[in-house]
């Protein structure tokens, strides 16, 4: 009679355990100085199995805040966009990876839709797609060159490498992708100044990376491709609609196509004057 019982207990507890249960999703977010955005960022990741924070030995609040969201909390010395995101993937100890920017949230829609991917067809993809919507200016950029921006930020931990220049890393899967349609909130630049001050850093940044890929400076690049950036920013991508504001945000994208090769072309000129002095 016992034995029949316990036949009996073990269906109903198997007919009561979940079909489908959700893949387990890690959080994954690299900082440095973000006391003012850090917190509605980790907030936002609530739901998540797990978070994972790489700070870069931050002199502000940012240590303090994040160990209230996560123990999961490590510093080590900036190493680059690349290495210091593939970094916290390594430390990831969940299926699914979640790669988010300490000045992105994810809104409670894409969190939903994230969920319900997952847990339909996560056995089919190896990474999602997300579209980023950013907020600048006072304004949801839904026009001109930022969106949708589609950006692999889900995937699948065990399936992802790291590949990309800087200051534009990305994630390669082995497997297929598919886009979400939500977009990830991103709180881009506090201001012009903070904007420009960006623009000057990642110029010099992709400059130097060209450099060290061999690529030369042409004259041509430095005449045509800010106005191609122009172009795409105002005109192909509306931005016009959004008025001086549209305006001011493919200025800005046509300067900073310009610094990077007219940085490129220092960066040559530089090398010529070594070797001139090496040979007298």
């Known amino acids: 009679m016992s034995d029949q019982r316990t036949g ?3 269906a109903m507890a198997l007919s009561e355990a979940p079909t489908n249960a959700r893949p387990e999703v890690c959080a ?3 900082c440095f100085n973000e006391e003012q955005r850090i917190g509605a960022c980790l907030d936002s990741l609530r739901w998540c199995d797990e978070i994972v924070v790489v700070d870069s030995f931050s002199t502000d609040r940012t240590p303090e805040i994040c160990r209230n969201y996560t123990d999961r909390f490590f510093q080590r010395p900036w190493s680059g966009y690349r290495d210091q995101k593939a970094h916290a993937h390594s430390l990831a100890t969940k299926d699914w990876v979640l790669m988010i920017d300490a000045d992105e949230r994810v809104s409670a829609h894409l969190r939903q839709e994230i969920l319900d991917a997952l847990q339909r067809d996560g056995e089919k993809y190896a990474g999602y797609s997300v579209p980023r919507l950013v907020h600048y200016l006072g304004r949801w950029w839904w026009r001109g060159e930022w969106y949708p921006d589609y950006d692999i930020r889900l ?3 065990e399936r992802a490498t790291w590949a990309g220049t800087e200051p534009h890393e990305k994630i390669i899967v082995d497997g297929k992708v598919r886009r979400l349609k939500h977009p990830l909130e991103h709180f881009t630049y506090r201001s012009m100044d903070d904007h420009f001050q960006r623009l000057n850093r990642y110029s010099s940044i992709s ?3 060209n450099r060290k890929a061999g690529r030369r400076w042409r004259l041509s690049d430095a005449l045509l491709r800010p106005w191609v ?11 016009f609609m959004e008025g001086f504001a549209g305006f001011y945000v ?3 994208s046509a300067v900073y196509v ?3 090769y007219a940085k490129l072309w220092e960066l040559e ?3 010529k004057r070594k070797v001139h002095q090496r040979r007298t």
């Not at 950036?229 to 931005?239: A, D, E, L, Q």
């Open 229 to 239: 950036r122009f172009v795409r920013s105002y005109i192909i991508k509306r931005g």
């Open 250 to 252: 493919a200025v800005a």
């Open 207 to 209: 400059a130097n990376e």
């Open 269 to 271: 000129l530089e090398e």
């Open 28 to 30: 994954i977010v690299v």
């Open 258 to 260: 310009f610094l990077k």
């Open 8 to 10: 009996i207990e073990e």
């Open 155 to 157: 995937f699948r931990r």
